[in-house]
């Protein structure tokens, strides 16, 4: 079964909106990463946010976790069509890191 | 740095035969690990390698089989191959243990016709 589930499946922004995307897990876990990828390519890191932290900031990225909620979200800001992507939400614990299943993004010129 | 390397790009395979994938991982890094990608599945975890050691494995049928050498190169092998292998195959790689930032190669492109 799948740790992190991404939540919308789908998201269309027009480009300089903020994209918000969330992640639910099951289990306890030691961190949570956020990953893009492009199309039919590897996956890029983008963050990682420790169990014990509640925010963490990369550029225009912000991400949030909810321990007690077992929930993350990523936020960009002021998106650009280069955040064309799919993003992935990966929940690491016990040295196992279980993917979702992604959220696709598209930006609208 | 070079980053993580992965061959074949691309390959076609015809059922019933069997496959071997390539991972050069960054250099220092010990830790290789392997996912299978499809669109209705998702990423999905097939086993990592740490110390020429398989340490975790996924939920996959023996036909999925790996090694790690001592120069932390890692191959996976597909037997019997069926047709619902068809799949985007990634490795990543870390420095130690999965646990911290994975580090993706561009994968490999396998259809099996």
């Known amino acids: 079964s799948q740790q992190g589930e991404e939540d919308p499946q789908a998201l269309s922004i027009q480009e300089g909106e903020n994209a918000t995307m969330n992640c639910s897990y099951k289990t306890s876990i030691n961190n949570l990463q956020w990953y893009r990828q492009n199309s039919g390519r590897g996956l890029v890191h983008l963050i990682l946010i420790r169990s014990n932290e509640r925010e963490k900031h990369s550029g225009r990225l912000r991400v949030t976790l909810d321990t007690s909620k077992k929930s993350s979200s990523l936020l960009i800001t002021a998106s650009r069509a280069a955040d064309t992507a799919s993003y992935f939400c990966?929940?690491?614990?016990?040295?196992?890191?279980?993917f979702g299943k992604g959220t696709r993004l598209h930006i609208l010129p | 740095k070079a980053g993580v390397t992965q061959t074949p790009r691309y390959l076609i395979k015809t059922r019933g035969q069997q496959v071997t994938l390539s991972c050069s991982p960054i250099?220092?890094?010990?830790?290789v690990s392997w996912y299978q990608q499809t669109p209705g599945q998702g990423l999905q975890f097939l086993f990592e390698y740490f110390s020429e050691t398989q340490r975790n494995k996924g939920n996959f049928p023996g036909r999925f089989s790996g090694r790690q050498f001592s120069n932390s190169r890692s191959e996976m092998n597909v037997s019997t191959l069926e047709l619902g292998d068809s799949a985007l195959y990634l490795c990543?790689?870390?420095?130690?243990?999965?646990?911290?930032?994975?580090?993706f190669g561009e994968g490999s492109w396998l259809t099996v016709v």
């Open positions: 990966a929940a690491n614990r016990d040295d196992k890191i279980i």
């Open positions: 990543a790689s870390s420095l130690e243990l999965t646990g911290n930032t994975i580090y």
């Open positions: 250099s220092g890094h010990r830790s």
